[in-house]
């Protein structure tokens, strides 16, 4: 409680969300090379949900969603057996690949990395951040970073605020941002708090996220 205080009472007042047909990729002619996924509590059904509604072509997909070792295995091997891409647990290294979507391991930071036209996964042990490893942020500042203005970001239901600041940076450097509603998350914390810091262009419920980020995800840049 102290913690969502202390996000009212800062000077600065939320965007009002931008109506869906507006949403644009910012740069014209430019697509979405990259989609990044945060998520916490009821993120693994969210996730499913939206995983399970998309389909080729899509860019990459990076994801953190908030699990212990193990079970980030068995979810992503879980969702590759529902979906219409292909989904693995990200691996150090990786190589990012059209219509693929990889979930960070749930003891390991994940970041994006580019080496020329190529965009790679950095996934090692590191430190927690905001309480986590995997962490939204370490994953989303990487994009802004390295990404920016050809991604997109995407917050869902969690606790907390893992992923706003990183959100934000994301949106400053022109990323497309989308984040989950109050009335379809299962927790409205990481959501709310990137909403309140400026970080997200666009609230959708949870039945309008796959079909926003496909026809972001496909927007070409007409004018």
Known sequence: MKQMSAMRGEDREPPKSVPMSQIKVPVPGKAVQLIAIGASTGGTEALSAILK???????PIVIVQHIPPMFSKLFADRLNNECHISVKEAENGDRL??????VAPGD????VKRLGD??????NHGPKVNGHCPSVD???NSVAERIGDRAMGVILTGMGDDGARGLLKMREAGSVTLGQDEASCVVYGMPRAAYEKGA???QLPLSGMASMITNVARYQGRR
């Open 118 to 123: 190529m965009m790679q996964l950095d996934v």
């Open 53 to 59: 509604a998309l389909q080729p072509p899509l860019p």
């Open 97 to 102: 690949e059209n219509n693929w979507a990889y």
């Open 108 to 111: 390991k930071q994940m970041m």
């Open 138 to 140: 370490v994953l989303f």
């Open 200 to 202: 997200v262009l666009q």
